[in-house]
């Protein structure tokens, strides 16, 4: 973890957490979680196998992926909960960890999960090419796959989308465009804002708990309108900055480790940031995701994912008091759920 940072475990899902929440009310009988640990060391065993058979490493991680999506569908919270942890304990897993993406996750070096050098790695971002050169061969295949997983697909699609929206508004707004990202990371997208290129956005701050994002963002963008803001969801809440109001307000990847009743404030927050006419869009991934046993298990990346109806709730909880348009909509790949709400002119 990065000296001086402390992680704001107030607001967001930290690591070591649940990857979901245990069921008291309705716990499943003993002898499914044995059903559950067998079938899950013969799968494991299995890939174990592939690798040692020096098998192409695309077609182990993928069969590997599906069995675990498949496993965690099939049985209890509480028994996927508890068995995920012997995944990292089985000799596969020093296979696994040597693709440089999966161990960067698995390891956590800022501290937490999903940090803007691991989304670096899923944008193939020349930030991480040293790791990547340094990896081992077997480790290069991994990544191979892992960069162009459906999730990792997701995660690109929706920087694109980020930087388009950014652009639309500013569009409609030459000069006087003033846009928010809260949990900014390295702030990618805006590499790719013809807007912000051409000088017709006012001002974007980019707003961040991990001061090394906050570092980065400075550096990157000098001379521009961007502006990198330290900061938490708690200190965005507890109204400890004096930011105004805004065109446009985005937070990519940060619903993904929200509760709902921290979602809801923090919606109700940057709705009633918004200017008239002005958009808050929120992303999360969703409950179609069929990479998500992989990710709690060898990567150790604990998501909470939503469905449509969960998108909404939020919306609705955070659109009290204020006369808004919601849409919901998934993106190409239905692996992330996008939710944008916007403000009555």
């Given at each position: 973890m990065a000296q001086g940072f402390k992680f704001d475990g107030e607001s967001l899902i930290a690591p070591g957490q649940a990857f979901r929440p245990i069921e008291l009310d309705d716990l499943p009988p003993s002898d499914q979680m044995i059903t559950a640990k067998a079938e899950l060391a013969l799968t494991l065993d299995l890939s174990l196998q592939q690798f040692r058979s020096e098998m192409d490493p695309h077609v182990i991680v993928s069969r590997l992926s599906q069995a675990l999506h498949q496993i965690r569908r099939r049985f209890h919270v509480n028994i996927w909960n508890e068995i995920v942890l012997l995944t990292q304990n089985h000799p596969v897993a020093r296979f696994l960890l040597q693709d440089p993406f999966t161990r960067w996750s698995f390891d956590k070096p800022r501290g937490y999960a999903g940090d803007a050098h691991l989304l670096d790695f899923i944008y193939g971002h020349a930030q991480v090419g040293e790791e990547i050169a340094a990896s081992t061969e077997l480790g290069r295949r991994i990544y191979d796959y892992t960069k162009d997983a459906s999730s990792s697909v997701a995660v690109r699609e929706r920087r694109d989308i980020l930087a388009r929206r950014v652009d639309e508004y500013a569009k409609d707004r030459p000069g006087s465009t003033e846009v928010l990202a809260v949990a900014s990371?390295?702030?990618?997208?805006?590499?790719?804002?013809?807007?912000?290129?051409?000088?017709?956005?006012?001002?974007w701050i980019a707003l961040d708990q991990?001061?090394?994002?906050?570092?980065?963002?400075?550096?990157?963008?000098?001379?521009?309108?961007?502006?990198?803001?330290?900061g938490t969801v708690k200190s965005l809440l507890s109204n400890k900055h004096a930011l105004g109001h805004f065109d446009y307000i985005y937070a990519a990847g940060l619903y993904d480790y929200l509760t709902f009743p921290v979602a809801a404030k923090l919606t109700r927050k940057c709705v009633a940031m918004l200017k008239p006419g002005g958009s808050?869009?929120?992303?999360?991934?969703?409950?179609?995701?069929?990479?998500?046993?992989?990710?709690?298990?060898?990567?150790?990346?604990?998501?909470?994912?939503?469905?449509?109806?969960?998108?909404?709730?939020?919306?609705?909880?955070?659109?009290?008091?204020?006369?808004?348009?919601?849409?919901?909509?998934?993106?190409?790949?239905?692996?992330?759920?996008?939710?944008?709400?916007?403000?009555?002119?």
């Open positions: 990371g390295h702030l990618r997208e805006a590499a790719l804002s013809t807007a912000l290129r051409e000088g017709k956005i006012r001002r991990d001061p090394l994002s906050v570092g980065t963002v400075a550096r990157d963008f000098a001379g521009t309108c961007v502006e990198a803001v330290d808050f869009l929120f992303a999360n991934f969703s409950q179609e995701i069929e990479v998500d046993g992989y990710m709690e298990a060898f990567m150790n990346w604990p998501l909470l994912l939503r469905s449509e109806n969960d998108m909404q709730m939020i919306a609705e909880a955070g659109a009290v008091n204020a006369e808004t348009k919601v849409s919901v909509w998934f993106g190409e790949n239905r692996n992330i759920l996008y939710c944008e709400i916007t403000k009555a002119e």
